[in-house]
């Protein structure tokens, strides 16, 4: 059973709008989340994370979005680019997972010019 | 600085072959991992290492053993190559020391993935 789920396997969105990509989790021990973004033929790169602390974290065009009580995260890119264009990976960490992440399956989004 | 390197970029196996993968990072991280990736089913850990000559089992371990060779290397060897072992395999470091939790400016640094396919 999955702990980290991203629902939404495909996302596409015209150029200069706002990409909307969530992420759900079931273990309520995770207190550190990441968003990873990867092209093909590469390694995943580091996007923006956010602790449990706070409920919005920002940076330049990406902002990520915690709700603790639906455990729910969300990253909000505005304006989208088609650089955009890449596969996206939420990852949660927690105490019981030492210096472990978990990660979702990934949502390939693509933006249209 | 090179980041996470590894080699080889692509390799096919035969089933029952060994092979192992090697993965470098120069940035004096201390914690080393390996992932696999499949198709909707993301990053999955296999074994990490916290500090150098200590490894532990991750998520998906059977079929894997791994060496801390030094700081900076970490391999990854597949003893007896079985078709479900077709997979993306990514190393990753970080420089959290063992027992650390996760900092607000933490994260992975990947390298660029082995593609491996056993026939």
């Known amino acids: 059973d999955q702990q980290v789920k991203q629902n939404s396997p495909s996302l596409s969105v015209q150029e200069g709008r706002i990409s909307i990509l969530n992420c759900d989790y079931t273990n309520s021990m995770f207190d550190y989340f990441l968003w990873y973004k990867k092209y093909p033929a590469e390694g995943p790169t580091f996007l923006i994370s956010?602790?449990?602390?706070?409920d919005k974290n920002e940076d330049g065009r990406f902002t990520v979005f915690l709700n603790k009580s639906a455990k729910h995260l969300s990253l909000h890119i505005v304006p989208s680019q088609p650089g955009d264009s890449a596969v996206y990976f939420c990852a949660a960490s927690a105490d019981n997972y030492g210096q472990n992440f978990v990660f979702g399956p990934g949502t390939r989004l693509s933006v249209l010019p | 600085n090179a980041g996470v390197t590894q080699t080889p970029k692509f390799q096919v196996l035969k089933t029952g072959q060994s092979m192992t993968l090697q993965c470098a990072q120069d940035?004096?991280?201390?914690?080393m991992y390996w992932y696999r990736q499949d198709p909707g089913m993301g990053l999955r850990l296999i074994y990490y290492s916290a500090s150098e000559g200590t490894t532990d089992k991750g998520e998906v371990p059977n079929g894997y053993n791994v060496s801390r060779l030094n700081k900076r290397e970490f391999s990854l060897r597949l003893e007896s190559a079985a078709p479900s072992q077709t997979s993306v395999y990514f190393c990753?470091?970080?420089?959290?020391?063992?027992?650390?939790?996760?900092?607000?400016?933490?994260?992975?640094?990947f390298g660029p993935g082995t593609r491996l396919t056993v026939l």
């Open positions: 990753a470091s970080t420089p959290r020391g063992h027992g650390e939790r996760p900092m607000s400016t933490d994260t992975q640094y």
């Open positions: 940035m004096n991280h201390n914690s």
């Open positions: 956010i602790s449990s602390i706070k």
